[in-house]
Nanobody, 126 residues
Framework: QVQLVESGGGLVQAGGSLRLSCVAS????????GGWFRQAPGKEREFVAA????????YYLDSVKGRFTISRDNAKNTMYLQMNQLKPEDTAVYYC???????????????????WGQGTQVTVSS
């Protein structure tokens, strides 16, 4: 499996921005796709965004469309999540994940991913 390490989280005021990075090591990030999920205290893990590694097709949670941008750099084996216009409800631990063979059928589900990072905390104050 690929090893994933997130960075870029932190504390920001509402309306601010953060850029999360997810660096893969051990092998190519994924032959299929990559995704970002988040989990707030007391809530279930939630899909945020995903990107197809071959054709760059992108998927977003409705509530982040227009504010978040997912991208990847194949040469650096890295995936990013640019988060703008942050809101207090975006507060969560953010996880990156590498897609498995079933990714294309499970883009928005955790079952479509076989490697996960350790998570990075994002806190948005009001």
């Amino acid at each position: 499996q690929v090893q994933l390490v997130e960075s870029g989280g932190g504390l920001v005021q509402a309306g601010g921005s953060l850029r999360l990075s997810c660096v893969a090591s051990g092998r190519t990030f994924s032959d299929y796709g990559g995704g970002w999920f988040r989990q707030a205290p007391g809530k279930e893990r939630e899909f945020v965004a995903a990107i197809n590694w071959s054709d760059s097709r992108i998927y977003y949670l409705d509530s982040v469309k227009g504010r978040f941008t997912i991208s990847r750099d194949n040469a650096k084996n890295t995936m990013y999540l640019q988060m703008n216009q942050l809101k207090p409800e975006d507060t969560a631990v953010y996880y990156c994940a590498a897609g498995s063979q079933s990714w294309v059928w499970n883009v928005r589900s955790g079952s479509g991913y076989d490697s996960w990072g350790q998570g990075t905390q994002v806190t948005v104050s009001s």
